[in-house]
């Protein structure tokens, strides 16, 4: 095994370390690409901590020149400009640098979420062509057996190799992060802003999962537009909890060393053990999906937190409104940020903090350098109160589905303006998300276009099921999908997730929305269950496995 040891000291590439002699314009160049943050940061401040693991900084200083040493080494394996490598590695510093070293390469990297499984994993790297693995001596092992499918050059093992790396299949390079200082006389290919950066899947819940592509463009505009708004500096400690295979997860990092802030990187096991790293690490802001933060809702937090944690934020689902008034009674003044985004385009809208008492469910406006608009199929605006599709344009949007045309074309079309005319180049990301505007522009969103439940000629939002369930504060989650009637269509049937047997929890949750919804949209069975509802990698609900286990669950909820 040919080993990779990562560089401890380091020196600036020309292009960055001439910087501070050059031009204005030239700087906006040298910081267009999303490693260029990294760089940049190691100079101002290179002891500054760029990353916490484990109750250990690492500083932007040691950062950059790992990520300078594994991109000359990715150079000097074979690595192409534009080729892609797959990173399939707990969070870690590790996981990390593999990440930005394939970037600063010249590369493109695809995080690889590491709760999938070897099936799951080997559709990924063969559907992108990976010609570079990073992955760990077990999860190797898991994988060698469907090696064989895939035309990878070599495998980049982190940690303890296992004995059968070195038989038949691409060739194994052990790396160790060490203080061994090599110099590199490889240089990384030359990219440019709209070059690809990455390939993040989707979850792949109804279907097989699609790569979505992300220039540096848009991975360096999505960072600096969160940083505007939530206000982020060198001074903040981000709390990363989500994998960073997820667009929301890869922001937490992308954002923090934009503006050479501190990332700590954490993979919790349980909820509580989310709240002993913000209070251990004196973290500022944290970002989580909505099923996590209703757990951390019925939580205990310390009155300490209070004094460093500067503000959270939500995205990946609808907040339920209980758990929402929950944190910020406890958090006060912490500032709740509630944000909408796809990966097609990273981040899309954020509500600020001032509005929430105001609007209520609204997933606010357009974050900054970001046009929002929601129209009809024919592409003409939508009055205000009318639902229609969410399209997103600007410098977020990304480049496509990764060897998927069909899928692309359907999502990334001409960008509709005001009057309803198409421009002639522009492309938009179409969502497929209802959403609906006010008055004063603030959206609202109503549910995925694919997932609307239709049922005696009306279309049923789940969310507005779900959040009349919510407020009741009888069951920790719920999740409302379609049946097939013969007469009707088909009839929402509503899957509730229980902390403990309530006897009579069906009538009572039937009678409350008979009670508050219109008689289309109350649910023709309510299944109840004494274990977590079914989730993606991502930790969203997973609203097509639940439609797949519903004769099942019919048959024995309990299940």
């Known amino acids: 095994m040919v080993a990779w040891t990562s560089a401890a000291s380091f020196s600036l590439p020309l292009s960055v370390a001439s910087f501070r002699h050059r031009s204005r314009c030239l700087q906006i160049v040298i910081d267009a690409l999303i490693h260029h943050s990294i760089l940049l940061a190691a100079e101002r401040s290179p002891d500054a901590p760029a990353l916490r693991f484990r109750g250990r900084d690492y500083s932007y200083q040691r950062l950059a020149a790992e990520i300078s040493a594994a991109a000359a080494r990715l150079v000097g394996l074979g690595l192409r400009r534009g080729d892609r490598v797959g990173v399939y590695l707990d969070k870690s510093p590790e996981a990390v640098v593999s990440l930005f070293g394939v970037a600063a390469a010249g590369g493109v990297f695809v995080p690889i979420n590491p709760v999938l499984k070897a099936e799951q994993v080997v559709h990924i790297l063969k559907n992108c062509g990976a010609s570079i693995l990073v992955t760990t001596g077990p999860r190797l092992t898991a994988l060698r057996s469907s090696l064989q499918d895939l035309d990878l050059a070599a495998v980049i093992v982190v940690g303890e190799a296992q004995k059968s790396d070195n038989e038949c299949g691409p060739p194994c390079i052990a790396w160790h992060l060490g203080d061994d200082v090599e110099t590199q006389a490889v240089s990384p290919h030359r990219v440019i802003d709209t070059d690809p950066a990455a390939i993040l899947y989707t979850s792949g819940s109804t279907g097989l999962p699609k790569g979505v592509v992300l220039s540096h463009r848009n991975l360096v505009a999505g960072a600096q537009s969160v940083c505007d708004y939530l206000d982020n500096d060198a001074r903040d400690r981000i709390l990363c909890v989500l994998p960073l295979s997820f667009d929301y997860g890869l922001s937490q990092l992308t954002t923090a060393f934009r503006v050479g802030a501190c990332a700590v990187l954490m993979s919790y096991l349980f909820p509580r053990d989310v709240i002993r790293a913000a209070v251990s690490d004196q973290v500022t802001g944290i970002a989580a999906v909505p099923s996590l933060w209703i757990q951390l809702a019925e939580l205990e937090w310390p009155s300490s937190v209070q004094t460093h944690l500067r503000y959270i934020t939500s995205s990946g689902g609808v907040m339920p409104q209980r758990a929402l008034a929950a944190l910020r009674a406890k958090l006060q003044p912490v500032r709740p940020f509630l944000m909408y985004g796809l990966t097609e385009a990273f981040r899309s809208t954020y509500l600020p903090p001032e509005e929430i008492d105001r609007r209520a469910g609204s997933i606010g406006k357009a974050i900054p350098n970001a046009e929002v608009s929601v129209v009809r199929p024919d592409g003409t605006p939508c009055d205000p109160g009318e639902i229609g599709e969410l399209v ?120 409350i929305c008979r009670e508050r919804l219109p008689a289309y949209m109350v649910p023709s069975r309510i299944l109840c269950r004494l274990r977590p509802l079914p989730r993606s990698p991502n930790g969203k609900i997973d609203r097509a496995q639940l439609r797949a286990q519903l004769p099942r669950l019919i048959e024995d909820p309990r299940d």
């Open 392 to 511: 997103h344009r600007g410098a977020l949007v990304a480049l496509g589905y990764w060897n998927d045309p069909q899928a692309t074309a359907e999502h990334f079309r001409p960008a509709p303006n005001q009057s309803g005319e198409l421009p002639l180049s522009e492309v938009a990301v179409w969502s497929g998300d209802m959403v609906k505007r006010d008055e004063e522009g603030y959206l609202y969103f109503v549910e995925r276009r694919d997932a609307m439940i239709k049922t005696s000629g009306y279309r049923v939002s789940p969310t507005e099921v779900e959040s009349v369930v919510y407020a009741t504060g009888l069951v920790a989650e719920a999740a409302a999908v379609a049946e097939p009637h013969p007469v009707l269509g088909q009839v929402v049937v509503l899957v509730v997730s229980l902390s403990t047997e309530v006897p009579g929890i069906v009538e009572q949750l039937l009678g």
